[in-house]
């Protein structure tokens, strides 16, 4: 290279092989859904046939976003995901709406409460970890009740869990990549074998699937299986995580597809195998009214000593999917800061380890300060209903890139189209207006959060095109 030539900037290395890139997609959809949804989903169904139904249309709505998601990653295989997608199918002002949302409080909050989660499941063997160091109380305005905020050695302890795996990211994308496909294949062979002894050894009886049919009718029924659907919809969240990843994805173009296609249909069966088993060793009032079925299950098979070690397998369960959603979120700020709409830092690439270190960290640093607070789990019911309005938005740029780029490579076109994302389409739009009816409040405090990033695009875009 000349003396005057301009140095290449650093880019990321495609570290991720197909079993890395599925244990992506599966290490984040089985966290911790599937030891707390059953129980929910029963109380909130009353009968098996809709929990049932639940299960398969929630497990159907998400592999058709995947399969759309699918056709997006292999032909825009970016850093960023739904960012790359949204600003080439709608416009710059889209992408950078979601990688606000996503960047600044949306997966910190949500990789704080994984990391809690994990905090919560170690003190049953540390139980010191859950006693408070201290109290402090607030006067709320408006409220006769003060604020009561808590320290316990579980806020340390979540950010330490927080520290290790971005450490271990930082330090390359395929190690981050072995950490996962090791972590994912513990919980789910402990759980297949959770299953297998509990149908050997449950003494359970087929009498339990009673009331296998609803006991309500018409509007009540539907009523019961929609708040059953939103509870399955939360456990199997996590299929769109491997998106963020696209530009370290070996042959994205054949792995995409079989990573989130393969991974969505195997953690289906998963859930629906592991929802038998409750039902088959636990009577359906039990299921309903269980605050840890996993270990009730457990319980009738090997005795409440052998249960309490089944947090073991939760503990696993939490780690990998805080490992996932720590390697794949830090991407989305990454590639807005290269794009010159997000702060320098994040857009900086290890010269060695050939990860996004800046943007790691910042995401660390944000999701420490929200573990200490306390206040992640406020802050990520916020974004639920965001969420979901940016994957109708990813689903709805498909559409349009097959109108305004028909010529563009698509090694993989969606199963179905146009059938299957509009049908996607219709169910993400519907579970939209259904949280906004029922949560207006928080709803509408999680646009206006969103909606406040414009003021911060205005000032980006400008600062970027001008010096360009």
Known sequence: ??????????????????????????????????????????????????????????????????????????????????????????????????????????????????????????????????VPLFTFHFTVPFSATPYEFAFTWAQPVAVLALAVFTVINYWGVRIGGRVQVALTVIKVASILAIVAAAFALGHGSSANFHPFWPTKTGAATFSSFLAALAAALWAYDGWEDLNRVGSEVQNPQRNFPIAMAGGTILVAGIYLVFSAVCFYVLPFGSVANSQHVGSDVVRTFAGSGAARWFTLVMIVSALGTLNSSLLSGARVPYAMGRDGLFFRVTSSVHPTFRTPSGALIFQGILASLMALSGTFEELTSLFVFAAWIFYA????????????????????????????????????????????????????????????????????????????
Not at 27 to 39: D, E, N, R, Y
Not at 442 to 468: C, D, K, Q, V
């Open 1 to 130: 290279m000349s003396a005057g030539a301009p140095k290449k900037p650093l880019e990321l290395v495609r570290g991720l092989g197909v079993w890395a890139a599925s244990a992506i997609v599966v290490g984040t959809m089985v966290g911790t859904g599937i030891f707390l949804k059953p129980s929910q989903m029963a109380a909130e169904g009353g009968s098996v046939s809709v929990v049932y139904a639940a299960w398969i249309v929630g497990g159907l709505l998400s592999l058709f976003g995947a399969l759309s998601f699918a056709e997006l990653g292999a032909a825009i295989p970016e850093a960023g995901g739904q960012y790359a997608y949204l600003s080439r199918g709608l416009g710059p002002v889209w992408g950078f709406l979601f990688g606000w949302m996503h960047s600044t409080v949306g997966e910190s909050a949500s990789a704080a409460s994984i990391a809690a989660g994990f905090a919560r499941f170690l003190s049953v063997f540390v139980p010191a970890i859950a």
């Open 393 to 468: 938005l990813s689903v709805v740029a498909m559409f349009r890139l097959r109108r305004i780029a028909p010529d563009m490579s698509r090694p993989f076109r969606t199963w179905g189209y146009p059938v299957v994302p509009a049908l996607f389409l219709v169910g993400a739009t519907a579970l939209t207006v259904n949280l906004w009816i029922d949560r207006p409040l928080r709803s509408s405090i999680g646009l206006a959060m969103i909606l406040s990033g414009l003021i911060f695009y205005r000032y980006w875009s400008r600062r970027t095109n001008r010096e360009r």
